[in-house]
């Protein structure tokens, strides 16, 4: 059983920057890929990016803007944020599961998410 929780959400200008980390619960967070989603209000929830060992992956509309990365020493995944859009607005949730991929089935745990908002 793993649990996640995510933090470091907030309120941000348009090219501003945000950090999230989520916390994982349990001894074996380092055998899991990890990757954090996203849900607008009325849209679906995407893949935003992913983290098996020493391979990352993005959804395309981040890369060179966002970064994802892991501390197993501290079972924490992050994600760096960069030059954001108003378009990143979104509750941003980190997921757990065997390997990366951008469907939600995929995941076994889920965090409950934490809000981004970025302002023009």
């Known amino acids: 059983q793993v649990q996640l929780v995510e933090s470091g959400g907030g309120l941000v200008q348009a090219g501003g920057s945000l950090k999230l980390s989520c916390a994982a619960s349990g001894r074996t967070f380092s055998s899991y890929a990890m990757s954090w989603f996203r849900q607008a209000p009325g849209k679906e929830r995407e893949f935003v990016a992913g983290i098996s060992g020493s391979s990352t992956y993005y959804t395309d509309s981040v890369p060179g803007r966002f970064t994802i990365s892991r501390d197993n020493a501290k079972n924490t995944v992050y994600l760096q944020m960069n030059s954001l859009k108003p378009e990143d607005t979104a509750v941003y949730y980190c997921?757990?599961?065997?390997?990366?991929?951008?469907?939600?089935?995929?995941?076994?745990?889920w965090g409950q998410g934490t809000q981004v908002t970025v302002s023009t």
């Open positions: 997921a757990a599961g065997i390997r990366v991929g951008v469907k939600i089935p995929e995941y076994v745990y």
